[in-house]
């Protein structure tokens, strides 16, 4: 039984970590599609690493909590989950 809690758990912390990592992948590509659609209209390319980080810092927080919430509904055992 302590062997299947410890799986449980880790599968938990690696479903955060990847609900983080992959969340802060799409709003990074978001962010780049949007600025290669601007150089597209307007001709111009501009990346600035202070939104770079901005848009990295928004999908690791949404991702945690997208991860946490599902972890923590099947934890719960909310149907559905």
Request: net charge positive; glycine share 14%.
């Amino acid at each position: 039984m302590k062997h299947e809690k410890n799986n449980s758990l880790a599968w938990a912390v690696l479903f955060i970590l990847f609900s983080m990592l992959g969340m802060t992948f799409l709003s990074l590509f978001g962010y780049f599609l949007f600025a290669f659609l601007l150089w597209m209209v307007g001709g111009k390319l501009d990346f600035n690493i202070v939104e770079i980080i901005t848009y990295t810092k928004i999908g690791v927080f949404g991702g945690g909590v997208v991860g946490f919430g599902v972890v923590l509904m099947k934890l719960l055992k909310v149907k559905g989950f």
